[in-house]
């Protein structure tokens, strides 16, 4: 057995919660290869003797982190999610408001970069294919472990600017909807088609379209 695949007792099936928060640099190591394999190979290269030959890591490991393969899968989700960092650090009634404005474009770029990756192009494609299967839950793992985890995290960001008094609105969820709405616009769907995006085209491209959606989500919500 590898000796850099011993069992982290963190670790859970796809059921648990707050998986997501849990992985340890070897697990992060082992899922960026899944990642890998997924983008070179398609659904077919998701096995456990696969990953554990890409990863150098025994199949007991695979089992004992991470479950069956959905739970493979969920975790591999959660893990993406996690690459969309939120800051709501701070006392909210001291957050400057230039602060807060850099952590609503951090939370954009970080978003746009990891919808627009090689893997979550992937792994959303894979959840589309299998959508009329029977029996498939990697559309509900992509909301449950991605959306939903990002959201939920997006929401505190924005509630957090509203008590500050940055911003101003009654439905927590129609705000954070409009801006995820004018961070992504079609971006995600023309990406999975295959079409090629210029505002994804660099971190300083990127930084750029998420600056605008910003302006527009304060020209909506903004207090002043």
Known sequence: MDQHC???QTGGGADDADYQERFTARQEEVLEAALGLLVKGGERAITTAGLARAANCSKESLYKWFGDRDGVLAAMIAYQASKVRVA????????PAESFRADLEGFGVDLLTVLSGPASLALNRLAIGQASRDGSRLGDLLVARGRRTVSTRAKALIEAGRRAGHLRFADTQEAFETLYGLILRDMHVRLMLGEHVPATNSERAMATHVAGAIDQFFRLYGAE
């Open 6 to 8: 011993e069992i982290d």
């Open 88 to 95: 709501v650090g701070g006392p909210s009634a001291t957050r």
